[in-house]
Each structure stands twice: as structure tokens, then as C-alpha cells.
């Protein structure tokens, strides 16, 4: 409302210092806020001025849409199969992939969990390969102290509803470059501006969700819905969460972010790190009850940081674990990721791949939910477990 009186809403000094308070907390040079993560994804291709046919490797395991705005761009798409510990790139497959044709490899780190980034970065680096981080998940995620999207010379976050910062969509791109970081600034500028139209929607969009989520009307609305579809035979897709085919596609992701996008953004960066701990928490938590059982997405090394956006784990009777889980009351989510080989005919099978996307499942963490209801969904997942068992 002020940002309307004040006539900031589109444009204003907020954008600038959105930039630098995250470019600050990443740890980088520069940032741009961008429309949209693949927007941003979009904008860094053409600062780097690729040549069409150029080859680019993308995690194999990761959001469809990636490589698809890569190929749609022109490039050439090659996968890396992911690994069953972080279900990030797998730097084996990497370095039996790239060649000194690559120009560039995007890691997606996923779910609040950093992929073995270091490494990655280390075989880009020798083929002179550009690194681009996808970030969409990860923000305040760390490995040796240094953030996701400071390692490569391009990071990219979504700030969508369902990500750790939430402007109602936008994005914001890091750079180890200030001068290509300018190349990216002037096309983000050249985006048509937004109006009150679309700031309604979004203002909509935003409260629906927040009602529907709201614990109340979850369990006394959503919940006996989600029982009811469940009770039909085709309801398997419905379950699946995110990706959907017709989501492969620009329409709605472009145009200027706005002033008031990031005024949100700024506050947001000053509440969300408490949260993001208490995530972690209750996370570590969930899983420390149930690790002897079950098998989680994870690191092995001690100086990463997670933000635990998803707590995943892998189970091989996934559908029916989702289903059980939903009868003892506890909702769950699933495929949001993809095994991206599916999208490129004539393209190899990736084993890692495709067990996760058969496999994985999200089990609720947020930082709302208490100690004892955390403990109460650990009981409930075990029982589940009990009656299917895990394979582990
Ligand atoms: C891993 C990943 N990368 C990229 C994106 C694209 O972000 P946006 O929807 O802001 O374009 C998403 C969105 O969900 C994502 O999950």
C-alpha cells in the first residue's frame, strides 16, 4: 500500500539494495533480480553469448525445465547421472561426459542440500567449462563455509511461493562478473513492466495458498479431499507435486521484477534465517528417528550446510508409502523432480535418475510444526514402514 502512494511499486531504490544485501550474503561480487529463476537461467545464456550447437550438461536428475530451455535455446544437451547420496550430478559421470567441447555444466543442488559442488567445479574449471549453480532450493546453503551460488560463475535462485524466499515469483542471479552480472542487468531492464493486473493475481495466488495451507482449514478441507481423490484409481498423478508437462514454458515467468517484489525480498532476508534454522531442526530431528530405517538424501561430508527445503528420502514402494502415510495423516509430496532423460529421444537411461524419481518422497518438516509433532510424524513413518518395508 505505501509502495502505491509512494509510486515505488515498479520502480524504486529497493531493486538495488535487494541486489547487493544478497549479492553480500552469497558472497559474491554482484547479483541481478531477475523475473524468474529460468528467466535468469535464460538471461545468463545470452550473456554468455553462446554459439547455437554449443554442448551443455545439466544434472540429469533435476527440474525438466532446464534443459529444455537449454535445447529450446539451441544448445546441445548432454546429462550427468545424479548420485544416491546428495541426488545432485555425480562428478564420475560428469568427468566421463564432458569434453573440451562443453561450454557450460549446470548443477542443480536440490532440496536444500548442497551436490558435490567442489568437485564439480573442479572438472568445469579444467575443461574451461562455465559453471552455472542452479539455486532455486538452496539459499544459505554452504559447503566449507562458502554458499550455494558462489561457487560457479553464475548462480541462479527462484523466489516462487514454495521457495525459502518468497517475493510471488522472480529470481535473482549471482555472478562472480560484474561485467557480464551489467549484461544481465540491461536485458532484465528490457522486460515489459508489470501492472496492477498482474499484482492482483499474484496477491490472490498468494493468499490461496495461504488459507489452504493453513493447519485449520488443511485438516478440515484439504485433507479429507486428498483422502477422497486418493480413493480413485487415477489419482497417482494427482498426488505429484510441481512439475507438471504444460509447466515447461515461459508464459507467466517473464516481465520486469518489481520494486515491490524486492521490498518483500529485503525483509524477508532479515526474518528468514531463524526459520530456516528451525527447518533444519526439526529436519535433523525427523531424520535422526528415523535414519536406522530409512534411506535419506544426504551428505557425508561435515562441512556442509543444508536448509532442508524438502526433507527426502527414498522408498522404494513409494507410492504405496505415500498413500499409507496419507491414511495415518501425514501428507507427503512427490515427483517435483524428473529424470530429465525422459524429455531427449534417443537419449541414454540413467540409472540414478530414474530411481529417484521412482523413489523419492517428501516428508513434512516446515519450521512450523512442534518437537512433538515431529516425533508424532517419525512414529506414523515407521509404522508405514513396518507394514511395506524400505528395502534399506
Ligand atoms: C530446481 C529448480 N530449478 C529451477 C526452477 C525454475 O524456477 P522458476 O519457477 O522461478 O522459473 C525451479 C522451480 O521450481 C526449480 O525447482
Redesign the pocket.
Known amino acids: 500500500m505505501t509502495s502505491l502512494v509512494q509510486g515505488t511499486l515498479w520502480n524504486g531504490d529497493e531493486t538495488r539494495q535487494f541486489e547487493e544485501a544478497f549479492a553480500d550474503f552469497i558472497g559474491v561480487p554482484d547479483a541481478v533480480a531477475i523475473p ?4 535468469g537461467l535464460q538471461f545468463i545464456f545470452e550473456a554468455l553469448g553462446l554459439q547455437p550447437d554449443s554442448d551443455v550438461i545439466c544434472s540429469a536428475f ?2 525438466p ?2 534443459p529444455h530451455l537449454a535445447r529450446s535455446l539451441g544448445f546441445s544437451v548432454r546429462f550427468a547421472d545424479c548420485e544416491m547420496e546428495t541426488l545432485g550430478m555425480d562428478p564420475e559421470a560428469l568427468a566421463a561426459t564432458i569434453t573440451d567441447r562443453t561450454q557450460v555444466v549446470i548443477a ?1 543442488h536440490l532440496y536444500g542440500i548442497p551436490c558435490r559442488i567442489r568437485e564439480i567445479a573442479e572438472i568445469a574449471e579444467a575443461h574451461g567449462a562455465a559453471l552455472i549453480e ?1 539455486c ?2 538452496c539459499y544459505g546453503a554452504s559447503v566449507g563455509g562458502r554458499k550455494a551460488g558462489a561457487f560457479g560463475r553464475f548462480g541462479y535462485f ?1 523466489f ?1 511461493t514454495s521457495k525459502p524466499i518468497n517475493t510471488m ?1 522472480g ?1 535473482m542471479v549471482t555472478t562472480q562478473d560484474p561485467e557480464l552480472a551489467e549484461r544481465i542487468r540491461e536485458v532484465a531492464r528490457k522486460e515489459p513492466a508489470k501492472n496492477l493486473a498482474w499484482l492482483r493475481k499474484r496477491l490472490l495466488k498468494t493468499t490461496f495458498e495461504t488459507i489452504v495451507t493453513n493447519p485449520l482449514v488443511f485438516n478440515l478441507g484439504v485433507y479429507p479431499a486428498l483422502r477422497f481423490l486418493q480413493s480413485r484409481e487415477d489419482s497417482d498423478e494427482r498426488f505429484a507435486s ?1 512439475y507438471q508437462p504444460d509447466e515447461i514454458t515461459m508464459q507467466g ?1 517473464m516481465g520486469r521484477y518489481t520494486n515491490y517484489q524486492a521490498s518483500v525480498g529485503l525483509n524477508q532476508m532479515q526474518i528468514i534465517l531463524p526459520q530456516l534454522e528451525r527447518r533444519v531442526a526439526n529436519a535433523e530431528r525427523l531424520i535422526g528417528q528415523l535414519k536406522d530405517s530409512v534411506k535419506f538424501q544426504s551428505h557425508d561430508v561435515a562441512d556442509v550446510r543444508s536448509n532442508y527445503m524438502l526433507v527426502t528420502a527414498l522408498f522404494p514402494q513409494m507410492q504405496a508409502m505415500a498413500r499409507r502415510l496419507l491414511e495415518l495423516g501425514v501428507d507427503t509430496k512427490h515427483h517435483y ?1 524428473r529424470d530429465c532423460s525422459a524429455l531427449l529421444e534417443d537419449c541414454l537411461s540413467f540409472p540414478g535418475a530414474a530411481q529417484a524419481e521412482r523413489e523419492i518422497l517428501h516428508l513434512p518438516a516446515y519450521p512450523e510444526i512442534s518437537d512433538a509433532k515431529i516425533d508424532w510424524i517419525a512414529e506414523r513413518v515407521q509404522q508405514a514402514v513396518d507394514e511395506i518395508g524400505t528395502g534399506k
Open positions: 524468474s529463476g529460468r528467466a533435476a527440474y525445465v532446464v542443480t542452479d532455486a532450493h527462484s516462487e515469483g529470481g510441481g515467468r523432480m
